[in-house]
């Protein structure tokens, strides 16, 4: 795709609708967060987001998604060092796992994407931590979202944060613009350089989604064609908001 083509800017009303869809998205991840606990597989969980997600009069948006297989979830649910695009199924949650979870819903023509990890019980300081900065690197990124500053400017102050940890951002797996297409430009990298990159304006939709790896910046792809992992089987973590660029503030769409 040619991410700078692609950038679609939104009317004041195309984001209302954005918005709505963006809280069925939250709702569902609610729903999904509080089931997540040793003993339930991650295909109960994709279960359960599927549900809220018709009751709302919406559509999953992953599910038949065009890739090296049509992909066959709701969710994808990510464990450890499985960074994004795990594919639920039989598996089922540990103590201590650090859990993944990705959600896109089509609603009224626009499409809401979120993710959020989280533990399943009592997780070590390790993945606590890994936690922390990873979703602290969302809101960071999120708060250069203003119109005026450049792609490169959301993605450096990302890097700059989580580096300081000692963790990695993947290069080959970014944030995009989000409307009625799950991907549409520009293109978001959670890395970058300052005063960089397509410049921020008002209407904009972007959903912006830092990734970080303990042990390495490399990852590879399983046998299923869709899962991403750590080269190195170390820790991974995923956070996710759909976000509106104004004239003001960032204006989150996937929350309450
Ligand atoms: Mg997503
Ligand atoms: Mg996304």
Redo the contacts with the bound molecule.
């Keep these: 795709m040619n991410w700078t083509r692609n950038v679609v800017i939104k009317s004041k009303e195309e984001i209302k609708i954005m918005r709505d869809a963006g809280r069925i998205n939250f709702r569902t991840l609610q729903a999904v967060k509080e089931a997540i606990k040793p003993g339930i597989s991650t295909g109960e969980l994709d279960k359960i987001a599927e549900t809220v997600i018709r009751d709302h009069g919406a559509e999953p948006v992953f599910l038949g998604y065009p890739g090296p297989t049509p992909y066959p979830a709701t969710l994808t649910v990510c464990l450890n060092e499985e960074m994004v695009h795990g594919i639920p199924g039989k598996r089922i949650l540990k103590e201590g796992d650090l859990v993944s979870v990705d959600c896109g819903t089509l609603y009224n023509g626009f499409v809401a994407?979120s993710a959020f990890s989280a533990g399943a019980g009592e997780v070590s300081e390790e993945v606590q931590q890994l936690l922390e900065v990873t979703e602290r690197a969302l809101e960071i990124g999120i708060s250069k979202m203003v119109s005026g500053n450049r792609i490169g400017d959301v993605g450096a102050a990302i890097q700059e944060y989580v580096s300081s940890f000692g963790y990695f951002v993947p290069q080959e797996y970014t944030?995009?613009g989000v409307g009625r297409q799950m991907h549409e430009g520009p293109q978001v990298p959670n890395y970058g350089t300052r005063g960089k990159g397509i410049e921020l304006v008002e209407g904009m939709t972007i959903?912006l989604?830092p990734m970080t790896l303990v042990g390495t910046i490399r990852t590879k792809v399983l046998a299923d064609r869709w899962t991403v992992v750590s080269v190195d089987g170390s820790l991974t973590a995923h956070f996710?908001h759909s976000v509106a660029v104004t004239n003001g503030k960032p204006y989150v769409l996937t929350t309450e």
């Design positions: 994407d944030g995009h959903a989604e996710e």
